[in-house]
């Protein structure tokens, strides 16, 4: 069942059964083989940040001291990313229409997020605002704090579970959004412990 959470704002719950995040989980580690997890720093202070990221697709976005950017190459490997799985690209073709797109996306960004890991209040503002942007989440619960297109405005939080799907886009494609915490080992997912995130989007 699909709701809407703001105009813009789609949220499908365990929209990935279980049997198919472990199959997703399982095609996600295959290509991180390839392309490693790795933490990006902040620009300008180049503090590590909490969550580990790497990317697929033929674009990467990535963080260091001199800016954020998409780019076709690992920083540390300089490989290029790995493809975007099979069941993703399926994903954004059934959702991407309900917002009158079509082409399929350029990047997915991988977020890993382990005990203690968040992330800050943020727009994703470094590609295309016309495409909406597809997240899929696995593993342990998150709270999602979700915020208008201006910074200081009011939020409200979401919890998000191992499956869900979030989509951004028309209006809501500049809101502000953040990961306050996880629950760590709320999950079984993921050996180790700990939170996926999947962001399908265009970038140009
Ligand atoms: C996360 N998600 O769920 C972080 N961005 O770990 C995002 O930053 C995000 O879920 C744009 C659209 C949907 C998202
Ligand atoms: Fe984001």
Redesign the pocket.
Known sequence: MRLEIAPGILLWREKFTRIEQEKLLHAVMVQVQDAPFYRPQMPGTGKAFS?EETNFGELGWVADKSGYRYQPIHPITGKAWPAIPGSLLKLWEEIAPSYQFEDPPQCC?V?L?RAGAR?GL?Q?KDETAAA????V?LGDE?V?RIGGSERRGATKSLK?QSGDV???GGPARLAY???DRIAAGSSTLIPGGG?I?L?L?RVT
Not at 132 to 135: D, F, L, N, R
């Open positions: 969550v960004l977020n997020y992330m943020h994703d909406p942007v597809i997240s989440s998150a999602f998000l979030v989509a951004f959004h953040g990961i939170r995130n962001t989007r």
